[in-house]
C-alpha cells in the first residue's frame, strides 16, 4: 500500500507540472497496482479506489490530479510488465 500511496504522490507532484513527470508517474502508479492486485488479490481495485478517493479529499489535490491526468493525455504508457511488481 505504501508503494501505492507513493506513486500517487509522485504522480500528482510531478505529473502536474509536465509531461514526462506525468508518464514517469503512471509508470509508477501502474506498477504499485500490479503489486496491489499480487499481494491483495481480486479485492485491489476496491482498495485502490477507495485510498483515491481519500487521497483527493482537497481542491488542490483534485486541481493536481486532473492536471496531471491532463499532462498525460495523448501519451503513450506501456504498462508494468515485470514478474515482481513489489518494491522490497
Do not use: H
Not at 514526462?20 to 506498477?31: E, R
Not at 489535490?61 to 515485470?82: D, E, I, P
Amino acid at each position: 500500500m505504501l508503494q501505492y500511496a507513493r506513486a500517487n504522490q509522485t504522480f500528482l507532484s510531478s505529473g502536474s507540472s509536465s509531461e514526462a513527470g506525468a508518464k514517469d508517474g503512471a509508470q509508477m502508479l501502474d506498477q504499485s497496482i500490479a503489486c496491489l492486485r499480487s499481494v491483495m488479490g481480486p479485492d485491489y481495485l476496491d482498495v485502490a479506489n477507495e485510498f483515491t478517493a481519500s487521497m483527493l479529499n482537497t481542491k488542490d489535490r483534485f486541481t493536481a490530479y486532473a492536471k496531471a491526468t491532463q499532462n498525460l493525455s495523448g501519451q503513450v504508457v506501456t504498462g508494468y510488465s515485470g514478474e515482481e511488481p513489489c518494491e522490497q
